[in-house]
């Protein structure tokens, strides 16, 4: 979560939340199994896309972007890796936050937001790149994606194709903090991949105990109120007739990190509010005895012969925890199922170590 209690507990928690990047990675990948995490250190609010044969995947690098290319999305310790965005301009050029790679119209693009330093600044941005291949060609400044007259305060973008349109998924502010903030997910459709053709809806707000939920590194709270809803993420039933929104709720750094869900119609306005209905209940959150913590920020992709869906996380090992120590969010992967009705059976998160049969149609090394 990218929340702030005052002013000097935000620079503690906000740097906190935003590892500053990764370097060791975890070799622990074999022929036909893999284990998690998938990089020993960071890899916090991971994308990946699956495109011709190789997955894409980015991460929370900070100050730039780094895109990674590999057959194997288990592997990345081997893949192929490049800064694909280096920020020249000072407004865009700190606390680069959880970057989305998608291909729309034959073009890449890479989602993020980023600010000028201070946090209460951070707003959307999106680079294009028109070459075929993500790695080669160059990603230019599509410009702010301008969410709302106020310019008011947003991170985590996500977008999604549906009946022909473009929409944008985030998490922003009602409007400028004061003292408090309430961290909302709002919905929009777009125009083209950097401009809005609607206004904003709010479709989901923090109302539930489970998402107001936090203890701080040092096993203290505070009396700020912590409310948050971010980093959503679609996906949809099997059938696609129920379109749904993942997101992240609580505070990050917390083992009460977790997952809630929002439904809507296949058929209904995505911009009507009242299409959207929210699960009571997390859908996905921390298994103590595993110790698994604050599993959260989600992104699908299929296996190299689309016969199964993984999902990619970040997660913890440790209760509490100031990310960006040597302990801190890290990548995995799981195989998700379908339950009875169709919609998405996530199971529950797997403890790190344990061998699991690799994404299948995976290329073997000979």
């Not at 865009?92 to 729309?104: A, T, V, Y």
């Not at 998402?211 to 096993?219: C, F, L, S, T």
């Not at 920020?297 to 993984?310: G, H, Q």
Request: with cysteine.
């Amino acid at each position: 979560m990218k929340t702030k209690l005052s002013f000097l507990l935000s620079l503690v928690l906000l740097v906190s939340c935003n590892p500053k990047n990764t370097g060791r990675q975890n070799d622990a990948t074999g022929d036909t199994t893999y284990t998690n995490p998938l990089l020993a250190e960071g890899g916090s609010d991971a994308s990946a896309i699956y495109h011709n044969g190789k997955y894409y995947y980015t991460h929370e690098t900070e100050s730039y972007i780094m895109l990674w290319e590999t057959t194997d999305i288990t592997n990345l310790v081997h893949a192929k890796s490049k800064k694909v965005w280096i920020p020249k301009d000072p407004m865009n050029s700190r606390h680069l936050w959880d970057p989305e790679i998608r291909l729309i119209n034959g073009k890449w693009y890479i989602y993020f937001a980023a600010d000028d330093g201070n946090t209460d600044n951070h707003q959307l941005y999106v680079i294009e790149n028109d070459s075929p291949d993500p790695m080669e060609g160059e990603f230019q400044l599509r410009g702010p994606i301008v969410t709302n007259s106020g310019w008011n305060w947003g991170i985590h973008p996500a977008t999604f194709e549906h009946k022909g349109n473009l929409y944008l998924l985030w998490s922003g502010w009602p409007s400028r903090r004061i003292n408090t903030e309430t961290q909302c997910i709002y919905i929009a459709r777009m125009k083209d991949p950097w401009t809005l053709d609607s206004e904003r809806v709010l479709i989901s707000k923090p109302e539930y105990e489970w998402e107001r939920q936090w203890v701080n590194p040092d096993g203290s709270r505070t009396a700020y109120p912590i409310y948050v809803n971010e980093a959503p993420q679609f996906f949809h039933s099997k059938d696609n007739k129920t379109l749904i929104v993942y997101y992240a709720a609580s505070g990050c750094w917390s083992p009460f990190y977790c997952t809630g869900m929002l439904t809507a119609d296949a058929d209904s306005d995505l911009l009507n509010p009242a299409s959207w209905k929210k699960s009571e209940v997390p859908v996905f959150q921390q298994e103590p005895k595993e110790r698994v913590y604050g599993p959260g920020s989600f992104s699908f992709v299929p296996s190299p012969d689309s016969t199964e869906v993984y999902l990619l996380y970040h997660a913890r090992s440790l209760p509490n925890s100031v990310t960006g120590e040597p302990e801190s969010r890290n990548t995995r992967l799981q195989k998700i199922g379908w339950d009875a009705d169709g919609m998405p059976d996530l199971g529950k998160p797997l403890p790190v170590g344990v061998p699991l049969p690799k994404p299948s149609g995976t290329p073997i090394k000979k």
